[in-house]
């Protein structure tokens, strides 16, 4: 394909958010030593923004001229993203700034989506160092693809975007308490790992997902659902002209595929999204942001096609919509970056120390739901509802402590767009 960034007619503006609390309070450094000589070798011009305080970042893209801007680069963790993206989407102008190419470099302690990004590039895996000169050089390819997103109500939150994952339960309690071992960088979730699990305990709620139309892809039958459910959704909207590059594959597989360059420069690329044409069922009012069009209000039962898992009692409950839950945890071995599809695990009560620990050991090379264990499940779905039952508790999305309660979220396939190489 070529260096993308020299196929442009002026050189791309990134704007690069740095953290520099993220992580071993490493990012600046990690910037200066690798990443600097890196996007001025491949000639990306870059601003540096460093973030101030929590939600510096969240209030710097609000606000953005983003004419301005061909990409905002994060560098820290996936916590510096979230900001970035529900700023975006807080915007009034928010169907063209989630158009906005992003990119991420591991700074933090938690670096999953570059983890993922890395592993979808087919690379063996690696962490830290390694996996941030192998992002940044996936950065400076410049290849834009789609991104799916969540959208994730809360009882008396605003509604959030997620772009990685919605946990319940040990994940989530492992999330907080091992922000304080972040002086060890990406080993914290392995030492949060094992201190939880010193004192594993049930988590009681109830759970409900909409499954995602499995049979669809194979039987290329687009079906009565709502088209939102369907894989081969992607075939109506693919923009043949403009945005593909020519493929020996389907055209379709590749919509999902453009450069950098025609993102930055091609209007057309901003007006061509997925259309999500089916009448709102019980669409929330939302100010800003895509209709849910799968989910009833959190007041509201489920619709009648949603299952209601059986089992109330539980260890963990996990939405993945990537692979990677850390830099070594392939959560989600089959998800791909806009499969359009929630990735969703989990493992009922009785599971003992020794095999929830057999999980999480699988998980590295992404083994764990060959390892037939029967506490755990899995299924593909497109929108998840949780109602815990116990008063106090944690519920993190995309790592980050929300609002505890009933919780839902459906996905948005290929909401956003993120530089893949
Ligand atoms: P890590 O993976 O190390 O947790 P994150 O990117 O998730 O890194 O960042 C953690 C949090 O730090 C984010 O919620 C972000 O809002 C916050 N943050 C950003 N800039 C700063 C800053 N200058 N000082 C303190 N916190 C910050
Ligand atoms: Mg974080």
């Known amino acids: 394909d070529g260096v993308l960034f020299s196929e442009v007619r002026r050189p791309c503006r990134v704007m690069l958010l740095v953290n520099p609390q993220s992580g071993k309070g490493q990012a600046l450094t990690l910037y200066n030593n690798h990443i600097q000589r890196m996007l001025n070798e491949a000639g990306v011009p870059h601003t540096l923004v460093i973030t101030e305080r929590q939600n510096h970042a969240r209030e710097v893209v609000r606000e953005a001229d983003l004419s301005q801007w061909?990409?905002?680069?994060?560098?820290?963790?996936?916590?510096?993203?979230?900001?970035?993206?529900?700023?975006?989407?807080?915007?009034?102008?928010w169907e063209e700034a989630i158009h906005t190419p992003l990119g991420i470099l591991p700074g933090?302690?938690?670096?999953?989506?570059?983890?993922?990004?890395?592993?979808?590039?087919?690379?063996?895996?690696?962490?830290?160092?390694?996996?941030?000169?192998?992002?940044?050089?996936?950065?400076?390819?410049?290849?834009?693809?789609?991104m799916d997103l969540a959208s994730v109500h809360l009882p008396s939150s605003p509604?959030?975007?997620?772009?990685?994952?919605?946990?319940?339960?040990?994940?989530?309690?492992?999330?907080?308490?091992?922000?304080?071992?972040?002086?060890?960088?990406?080993?914290?979730?392995?030492?949060?790992?094992?201190?939880?699990?010193?004192?594993?305990?049930?988590?009681k709620g109830k759970l409900a997902y909409l499954p995602a139309a499995a049979d669809c892809k194979e039987e290329g039958d687009l079906g009565n659902r709502t088209t939102l459910h369907c894989n081969n959704q992607s075939s109506s909207f693919c923009p043949a002209s403009l945005l593909c590059r020519p493929s020996?594959?389907?055209?379709?597989?590749?919509?999902?595929?453009?450069?950098f360059h025609n993102s930055c420069h091609s209007n057309n690329s901003l007006k061509v999204r997925r259309t999500e044409s089916t009448p709102s069922r019980n669409a929330t009012k939302a100010l800003t942001g895509p209709s849910d069009t799968l989910l009833p209000s959190l007041d509201q039962p489920v619709p009648s096609d949603w299952v209601v898992v059986q089992e109330e009692d539980f260890v963990?409950?996990?939405?993945?919509?990537q692979s990677h839950l850390a830099e070594d945890l392939l959560a989600a071995p089959d998800s791909t970056l806009d499969d359009g599809v929630?990735?969703?695990?989990?493992v009922r009560?009785?599971?003992s120390r020794t095999a929830l620990l057999r999980l999480f050991l699988a998980m590295e090379k992404g083994a764990h739901l060959a390892t037939n264990c029967q506490h755990l499940v899995y299924s593909r779905v497109r929108a998840l509802r949780l109602?815990?039952?116990?008063?106090?508790?944690v519920i993190t999305v995309d790592g980050e402590v929300v609002e505890y309660g009933p919780v839902q979220a459906q996905v948005h396939e290929g909401l956003a767009r993120l530089i893949t190489g």
């Open 70 to 93: 061909d990409a905002l680069v994060i560098m820290s963790g996936d916590g510096l993203l979230f900001e970035v993206i529900n700023g975006l989407l807080e915007r009034s102008d």
């Open 108 to 146: 933090g302690s938690g670096n999953a989506l570059a983890a993922s990004i890395h592993h979808y590039s087919g690379a063996m895996p690696v962490s830290s160092e390694e996996l941030l000169v192998s992002c940044g050089f996936l950065l400076c390819k410049g290849l834009v693809s789609r």
């Open 159 to 203: 509604r959030l975007f997620s772009f990685l994952s919605l946990a319940w339960g040990f994940v989530a309690d492992v999330d907080v308490e091992s922000e304080k071992y972040r002086h060890v960088g990406a080993a914290r979730f392995t030492v949060g790992t094992l201190v939880r699990l010193a004192s594993l305990r049930v988590y």
């Open 248 to 259: 020996r594959d389907s055209p379709c597989q590749n919509a999902a595929h453009h450069t």
């Open 316 to 321: 963990l409950m996990l939405a993945m919509y």
């Open 342 to 346: 929630i990735h969703l695990f989990y």
């Open 349 to 351: 009560a009785g599971i």
């Open 387 to 393: 109602e815990p039952y116990s008063p106090k508790g």
